[in-house]
């Protein structure tokens, strides 16, 4: 991108110059200056390197090779694939003659890959399509759906339209292997699959993967089988069990042996009385009255709208918004020194709107950045409120830019998706005076609260707690990290950003041997950061905190709230067992914190009572997300 050559191996975009060269696009001035960019290595004026768009690298024999397009590249998941590499594995099977990939969205799966077949002869089974593709790439590379078609759609130039590729026909996958469920359990659990994964049947033989599903799915599987079968099953049984004939039959066992945590219905709480907050919230409130004048628990967002701008639809579906999400009308005050949640009524969201759009485009962007950082930074009242509040800049005719942020007592990351999706949803409908088609929630956040603190006490909280009293028995109480200066008294939240990027075929392989040993990448590379820290702080016994999304209910998944709750994932480094050893000890102490996520992490460490210290963090010093 910055125009400086890359080194033997290194990725990175074709560029041609010379007197053959064009010298840009006829009539399409844009495209030109977009494509044809000065010549930094050429000492003629007006020179121009010509942007291919094609990703190569120079191999070790001088040779270029073609590792696919630039404009074909995609993000699922947090991985960034090259749609030509998954092509390219798909030609090399022996009944394809030509292969395309695209991604699609559905409401269901949310985003995953669909692969374009052109057979060379019968049509060949995609099983094993599939099992060619995974002997070859990773886990997430391999296409959820398959498409086969008699002809590829081409333009009148003779190019491929990628962009006349129909739409997955979802309902048809997976027909030629179908069975059908043979007990009651496997009925129930195929029809649970099919509304998780947005498929109309599944076969009891599936794999819960290969159909499309992966760990956040299997998170709101696990909350419908709970719903469905009154039992708690930890996260380790989809991986043990990935298809439905398995489950059931590791369902039947649970129940004959009286095993699994059954816990109380989520359900609305009386609203008379003072409502708690939950064990999340608390921790925030109390960081809160510790240090006022901080705002690093803000959760700013920042969003470019392009196009005309209907502001009194935006307002109005701000209100709507904040009617739908008691969370966002929610005050924070203390009685008797106790916090308590107090609930506003829904009333109009201000919007200030500031015009930007008399500025020149230098100061434009540096004022619009000035007032985003502002906004970040301007502190909340949890008392007076409000947690939610919006500015609009004006920056043109056709351009707004929306400046929202939250208090992170009233938010997670997962809540992001759900605030962004009930918004546009509030918004297309606004000017139509119809109510979008967003289904009534069975619960609020307040509801959660009170559920939680009723349930998780006396013999649940001692059963749940004495798994964490042994896990994290003689942890030492901080990581003892070789640092430049010595730790502050008082930790700030000052902090820095580093990025760096690997090899792709580095992350190929890592997904590989993450297989290869029943894993997933990030139990390998938890083990692999646990022996970091064991050579460079010489500590054997070891603590790294990581998030979970806590929304082990389905009632909850709809709902703007904090329910993000974090693991302490122990690790115990010896120097002389070998690597596949610790990603077997990884993989065992995940998935049963997993399995053990519904104590707080703010109760955990009240039960546990370490060395309290403001320098440190209790329990664990570094994260692993």
Same mark, same amino acid.
């Given at each position: ?9 290194? &990725? ?17 001035p ?10 930094? /290595? ?15 690298? %120079? ?5 270029l090779?073609?590792? #696919? =397009? +630039? ?11 090259e ?19 695209a ?5 269901? =799966? ?8 052109l057979?060379?002869?019968? $049509? ?5 399509l ?16 398959f ?15 990628r ?9 048809g ?82 129940? =004959? ?28 409130? /109390? ?14 967002? &920042? ?28 005050? *924070?005050?203390?009685?008797? #020194? ?11 969201v ?25 906004? &970040? ?15 609009l ?9 929306v ?22 949803? *509030? ?5 139509? #005076? ?5 289904? &009534? ?21 001692e059963?749940?707690?004495?798994? %964490? @009293? ?21 930790q ?20 590989? /041997?993450?297989?290869?040993? #029943? ?31 806590? @929304? ?7 709902? $703007? ?13 010896t120097?002389?067992?070998? *690597? ?6 990884? @993989?065992?102490?995940? +998935?049963?914190a ?6 707080? *992490? ?9 060395? =309290? ?6 329990? /664990? ?5």
């Amino acid at each position: 991108r910055e125009l400086r050559p890359v080194g033997v191996g290194v &990725a990175g975009e074709l560029y041609l110059s010379g007197e053959g060269q064009s010298r840009g696009y006829l009539g399409r001035p844009g495209r030109t200056a977009e494509s044809f960019v000065p010549d930094p /290595f050429n000492g003629e004026a007006g020179s121009r390197l010509y942007r291919t768009g094609d990703r190569v690298r %120079w191999s070790v024999r001088g040779e270029l090779e073609f590792l #696919g =397009r +630039l404009d074909h590249q995609v993000k699922l998941r947090g991985f960034r694939i090259e749609l030509g590499e998954i092509e390219t594995a798909l030609e090399e099977h022996s009944a394809v003659e030509r292969a395309l990939v695209a991604m699609h969205q559905d409401l269901a =799966r949310g985003a995953y890959l669909a692969a374009y077949v052109l057979a060379s002869g019968g $049509i060949p089974s995609e099983g094993g399509l599939r099992a060619a593709l995974g002997s070859r790439l990773p886990e997430y590379m391999i296409p959820a759906a398959f498409v086969f078609l008699d002809e590829l759609p081409m333009t009148h130039s003779g190019k491929v339209d990628r962009k006349a590729l129909p739409e997955p026909d979802l309902a048809g996958e997976y027909e030629a292997d179908h069975v059908a469920p043979g007990t009651a359990a496997e009925g129930v659990l195929a029809g649970l699959w099919g509304e998780v994964l947005g498929l109309p049947r599944v076969s009891v033989e599936a794999s819960f993967f290969e159909l499309g599903g992966h760990s956040l799915l299997a998170t709101r599987l696990i909350a419908r089988v709970r719903d469905a079968f009154g039992l708690e099953i930890p996260l380790k049984e989809i991986f043990l069990t990935p298809t439905v004939a398995g489950l059931a039959k590791r369902l039947e066992e649970l129940e =004959r042996e009286g095993r699994g945590l059954v816990l109380p219905p989520l359900l609305p709480a009386e609203r008379g009385g003072d409502l708690p907050l939950s064990f999340a919230q608390e921790r925030l409130w /109390f960081l809160d009255q510790l240090e006022p004048g901080s705002s690093a628990y803000n959760i700013p967002l &920042a969003v470019l709208l392009k196009g005309p701008l209907d502001v009194a639809a935006f307002e109005q579906a701000l209100g709507s918004l904040v009617k739908r999400h008691e969370t966002l009308r929610t005050r *924070f005050e203390a009685r008797g #020194g106790v916090p308590r949640q107090v609930i506003d009524p829904p009333l109009p969201v201000p919007l200030p709107m500031l015009d930007l759009s008399g500025l020149e485009a230098g100061d434009l962007e540096s004022e619009s950045l000035r007032l985003a950082s502002d906004e &970040a930074q301007r502190l909340f009242d949890l008392e007076r409120g409000p947690v939610f509040r919006a500015v609009l800049l004006r920056r043109g005719a056709l351009e707004h830019a929306v400046l929202a942020t939250m208090h992170h007592i009233t938010s997670d990351g997962w809540s992001m998706e759900v605030l962004l999706r009930d918004f546009g949803a *509030f918004y297309g409908a606004a000017p139509t #005076g119809v109510a979008p088609a967003l289904a &009534a929630l069975p619960v609020q956040y307040a509801d959660y609260a009170v559920w939680q603190r009723g349930w998780l006490r006396d013999e649940v909280l001692e059963g749940e707690m004495a798994y %964490w @009293r042994d896990r994290l028995a003689a942890l030492p109480p901080l990581l003892e990290l070789p640092t430049d200066r010595p730790r502050p008294p008082v930790q700030s939240s000052q902090g820095d950003l580093v990025e760096v990027s690997w090899p792709s075929d580095l992350g190929e392989d890592l997904e590989a /041997f993450a297989r290869g040993r #029943g894993s997933t990448l990030f139990m390998t590379l938890l083990a692999a950061f646990e022996v970091l820290l064991y050579r460079l702080t010489g500590q054997g016994s070891l603590a790294v905190g990581s998030p979970i999304a806590g @929304r082990r209910h389905s009632e909850v998944e709809d709902l $703007i709230g904090f329910f993000v709750n974090t693991l302490v994932l122990r690790g115990d480094v010896t120097g002389a067992q070998t *690597f596949e050893e610790l990603v077997d000890q990884a @993989r065992d102490r995940v +998935l049963e914190a997993h399995a053990h996520q519904d104590v707080p *992490f703010e109760r955990l460490v009240e039960e546990l009572q370490p060395e =309290r210290s403001l320098s440190h963090s209790p329990l /664990f010093q570094a994260v692993l997300v």
